[in-house]
């Protein structure tokens, strides 16, 4: 006998695929709430995030702050003060084209010891440093231009040397530090101002002392003044002033070099 062919139950299999359709719709829904959730912050583990509207702490990097770069004091400018035989303070002289002008770098004029604007009034070394003793103290740097006035009496080069030695030493004792200056030329003294700059050199060297060479820049070889730079044999006139404010423009800041 034939089989009987089998029938189809049509609400079994449409009540089983409509189950399956539920379910996959309940499968995306819950995707979708759970992408949602995650994207709100809200964590499923426990202690995290328990407000739904919070974020992680952002993190802070704690940078080096920058030290700031000092700005440099500037130093104060160093005084220099004026002792001389010759009237070098008057209007037109070195030192008032110079030290008194303003015209070295680092450097105010201080004092100055001179006497007055003749030929006639040169000092002596003595009388330098008596006005040295008078002033109850000194400061900065003191430039001694001294023994010319002596030479003129007929003190001989080696008896200068020695009392100028004690006029540094008076003005050291003051609280100034001496600069040594040689001697100017001299049309009347000529060999003895050669061999009183050379005791000079070597006793500043000797103790210590900065030496300006106000000689050089205007002296002949025999120890007088070049005829470019003196008209009477005895002061600097107006180139020779100029030519030695150039020397102590560019030879004392070399000279005033604190340590």
Do not use: C
Not at 129 to 155: I, K, M, N, Q, Y
Not at 157 to 173: D, S
Not at 182 to 193: F, I, Y
Request: hydrophobic content about 45%; cysteine-free; proline content about 8%.
């Amino acid at each position: 006998m034939a089989a009987k062919p089998s029938r189809s139950r049509p609400g079994r299999r449409l009540f089983g695929r409509g189950a399956d359709y539920v379910a996959l719709g309940l499968i995306a829904v819950a995707a979708i709430a759970l992408a949602a959730l995650a994207l709100s912050g809200f964590s499923l583990r426990p202690g995290i995030n328990l407000s739904p509207t919070s974020r992680p702490a952002s993190t802070v990097f704690d940078l080096p702050a920058e030290t700031p770069t000092p700005t440099p004091t500037p130093e104060a400018p160093i005084s220099v003060s004026l002792l001389t035989d010759q009237p070098s303070a008057a209007a037109d002289s070195w030192w008032a084209s110079s030290v008194a002008a303003s015209l070295v770098p680092g450097v105010v004029a201080g004092g100055d010891f001179a006497p007055t604007a003749t030929v006639d009034s040169a000092l002596t070394v003595s009388e330098l440093e008596a006005r040295v003793a008078a002033v109850p103290s000194l400061s900065g740097f003191v430039v001694v231009h001294a023994g010319a006035g002596d030479l003129d009496v007929g003190t001989a080069p080696a008896a200068v040397a020695t009392e100028v030695q004690g006029l540094w030493q008076a003005v050291a004792a003051k609280g100034g530090t001496p600069i040594v200056t040689l001697v100017s030329p001299s049309n009347e003294n000529g060999a003895e101002t050669v061999e009183l700059n050379g005791l000079l050199q070597t006793d500043a060297a000797a103790a210590g002392f900065g030496v300006l060479d106000l000689y050089s820049p205007v002296a002949a070889s025999n120890g007088s003044w070049s005829p470019t730079f003196s008209a009477d044999g005895v002061l600097p006139n107006a180139a020779g002033s100029q030519a030695l404010a150039q020397a102590v423009v560019s030879q004392l800041p070399q000279l005033v070099v604190t340590k």
